[in-house]
């Protein structure tokens, strides 16, 4: 009987050891990108170098960040996001987004680009297992950190542009009007983004939105 007991506490604490390996090589992402939030110092109002502006053989100093891609990329200094865009993704078909969305954000197919007067909608989730979630989302892990007043960048065709978030929320997937937007965006330029959340699941979305505003 003793034996029996010893052999089942062995068979339960090897399954607890396993189930907080499981745990971390699933949650490894977001426990990284949460450690680096609160270590490093966060910035929010950076100038974006792209080749119209930089100067050559300079290497970039702590306020600038050179971006992904200048064709259209993403930057939020809060977080330290920089990713490339891919444009034009259908937001409806989970085999189209789900492979762009392994090579950067998404911009949903239909929706304006930066500058242009309308909703850019940009989107970095997987609706598939969340053990596979790392592979999609890790761009806007941090998404949530966002809040009124804070600052992004979209950078599109060699363009800067800025944008002040205005509001957050949590919603349900099943709300999709975020894509084209307000009444209020369609006549003015903003940006929505869009995430899973809580980050590695697919339950709610996370939604920030901005403003873009002229730099003086």
Not at 71 to 76: A, L, P
Not at 134 to 148: C, E, G, H, I, P
Not at 172 to 193: F, H, K
Request: hydrophobic share 40%.
């Amino acid at each position: 009987m003793v034996k029996l007991s010893k052999i089942l506490i062995k068979m339960g604490l090897f399954l607890i050891a396993i189930s907080v390996v499981m745990y971390l090589v699933f949650f490894y992402p977001i426990i990284i990108q949460e450690v680096k939030y609160f270590v490093l110092p966060h910035k929010d109002k950076i100038q974006v170098l792209t080749s119209e502006n930089a100067q050559k053989d300079k290497t970039p100093g702590p306020s600038q960040m050179i971006p992904a891609d200048e064709e259209f990329s993403i930057i939020i200094p809060k977080i330290g996001a920089n990713s490339k865009v891919i444009s034009n993704v259908n937001p409806y078909d989970p085999n189209v987004y789900q492979k762009a969305l392994t090579k950067g954000v998404a911009h949903a197919e239909g929706t304006v680009f930066p500058g242009q007067v309308g909703n850019t909608f940009l989107f970095s989730h997987s609706s598939t297992d969340f053990y596979q979630a790392d592979r999609y989302n890790a761009v806007f892990y941090l998404l949530n950190k966002l809040s009124t007043g804070d600052t992004f960048y979209l950078v599109y065709q060699k363009n800067v542009y800025r944008y002040i978030v205005e509001r957050t929320n949590i919603v349900n997937s099943s709300e999709i009007e975020y894509l084209d937007g307000s009444a209020e965006q369609i006549n003015s330029s903003t940006a929505t983004l869009m995430t899973c959340w809580p980050a590695g699941t697919s339950l709610k979305r996370f939604v920030v939105v901005g403003r873009l505003v002229a730099d003086k």
